[in-house]
């Protein structure tokens, strides 16, 4: 018997049991990636521990709650550190969810994952995937091992706003802590903290109490079925690099990083600035160049822009500009058409 299970009063497990898998509910598909929500360590310990050691399944266990909610459906499509995540793999996801989505049985998904890249993966998902069907993602900052993992709850909750009725056509959101947030705007803000996930100065737009969803606000930027991207068949992605820009930061990075990617992403400092010797290499670039930001919040326009081949990220972050600018380089752009996505999406 799992951790949980043992200190459960029998009549509440029972229920669960009794409630599982039961007709007419719905389903709701998990589709396990990984991450230290199925992380295992030292006993109690927060750090240490090895991301994506459990399955889906051995990670059901401890939430019996979860079954009485739909019925549930389990898919490992990996069990890794969400730092080895690929295109390869964000586009096996949105092929399963674009497949699965026809199924009328199917209420939503729910994607287990590890937070370090869990913000990438919303936005690519928020940009391909072609259902109104609720799209969940969760994970927990400490270990399913950890005193109070906080994974278990994440988990529920996540299935919650799955299976609502409030979730359906908001496109892919991230539910962490007790609260919901849109693809576009989420981001990691806490190396160790639960309160990890946050979404900066356009904040959460909803939180899950007891299991009932209370959604306040509306993505306001084009997602799933509004959007243009059609990633069905494909295997890989284009190449985008980023470059951070920092004092003294190497040309040769620069240069380097061009001569190897099908575009780039600039972090650059304040709104989108770097010296005048990494201007002068940007001026001869060819390849699309997309100018972020290394500060969390904030917009960059296209009077910020100190290099006229260059197109402003918006207030989109280097990982999220550079999703974007590969899904953007599937077909030949212009730089019109560059900033007409990047107003767009
Ligand atoms: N390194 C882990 C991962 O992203 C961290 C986490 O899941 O919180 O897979």
């Known amino acids: 018997m799992n951790k949980l299970a043992a200190l459960l009063p029998p009549k509440r497990m029972q229920a669960c049991a009794a409630d599982a898998g039961g007709p007419g509910r719905g389903r709701i598909v998990i589709l396990a990636t990984g991450g230290t929500i199925v992380g ?45 995540m690929t295109a390869e793999m964000w586009l096996a996801l949105a092929r399963t969810i674009n497949e699965r989505a026809a199924d009328p049985d199917v209420l939503g998904f729910v994607i287990t994952h590890g937070t370090d890249t869990m913000e990438e993966t919303a936005y690519f998902l928020n940009l391909t995937v072609k259902t ?40 892919v959101l991230i539910v962490f802590s007790d609260r919901i947030y849109a693809a576009r705007s989420v981001t990691k803000t806490s190396t160790y903290h639960v309160m990890a996930i946050s979404a900066g100065e356009m904040g959460a737009i909803g939180v899950v109490r007891d299991g009932a969803v209370y959604l306040y606000e509306k993505p306001g930027k084009a997602h799933t079925t509004a959007t243009e991207f059609d990633v069905a068949g ?26 190897h990617s099908d575009g780039l992403v600039i972090a650059g400092a304040g709104a989108g600035e770097f010296s005048r010797l990494w201007a002068g290499i940007i001026r001869g670039l060819t390849i699309p160049v997309v100018v972020s930001s290394r500060i969390d919040d904030g917009i960059i326009t296209r009077d910020n822009l100190l290099c006229p081949n260059t197109v402003a990220a918006d207030n989109l972050s280097p990982q999220k500009a550079a999703v974007l600018l590969r899904l953007a380089l599937l077909r030949p752009v212009t730089q019109a058409r560059l900033e007409a996505l990047f107003a767009m999406y």
């Open 234 to 259: 494909l295997t890989e992605l284009p190449r985008v690099s980023i470059l951070y820009f920092a004092v003294d930061a190497d040309p040769e990075l620069l240069r380097y990083a061009a001569a």
């Open 132 to 171: 109104a069907k609720p799209v969940v993602i969760t994970g927990s900052m400490r270990p399913a091992t950890a005193i109070s993992a906080d994974g278990p709850l994440n988990l529920y909750e996540a299935v919650c706003v799955a299976r609502s009725r409030e979730a359906i056509g908001q496109g």
């Open 40 to 84: 295992v360590g030292a006993a109690g310990k927060t750090t240490g521990y090895r991301p994506g050691a459990l399955t889906a399944e051995e990670l059901l266990r401890d939430v019996p709650e979860l079954f009485s909610l739909a019925e549930i459906e389990t898919i490992q499509l990996c069990n890794i550190n969400s730092d080895d």
